[in-house]
């Protein structure tokens, strides 16, 4: 097994580590959706420890696709969907950080606009995921 076989398997743990945790907070918010307010706030609170799983997914992916990435470099400018992808993977980070602070700042002060920002900053966290997913199939396909 070679290296970058080795850093392919990092990567793809690290992708269900990193998109499974977006997967999972939006069964988490459907199920705080049926609970009373206070409990449904005690509740995601609780759940934001999977955060974690989050953040070591992204770093695992980073670490492993900057890795493969590498041997590309020289010719990034004829892959536009790579680009498109490695910019979005940033564009990720950023918002992975955002939530991050919104999360903690929810769960310290209870406020019901910050965990509203939330309900918005998940999902569209997701896409950028998902879409990142679809970029780099279409940049090494």
């Known amino acids: 097994m070679s290296i970058k076989d080795i850093m392919l398997i990092v990567h793809f743990i690290g992708l269900a580590m990193g998109v499974g945790t977006s997967i999972a907070f939006i069964f988490i918010g459907m199920a705080a959706s049926k609970m009373e307010p206070q409990d449904a ?27 493969m990435v590498s041997e590309y470099w020289d010719q990034m400018g004829e892959m536009p969907a790579l680009m498109a992808k490695l910019t979005l993977v940033l564009v990720l980070i950023v918002l992975i950080i955002v939530v991050t602070r919104t999360a903690k700042k929810a769960k310290a002060t209870g406020d019901p606009a910050l965990v509203r920002r939330l309900k918005t900053l998940g999902p569209i966290s997701m896409l950028v995921g998902l879409t990142i997913i679809v970029l780099a199939v279409a940049s090494f396909h």
């Open 41 to 67: 706030m005690k509740f995601q609170g609780n759940a934001f420890i999977l955060s974690r799983m989050g953040h070591i997914g992204i770093t695992l992916l980073v670490l492993s696709g900057g890795y």
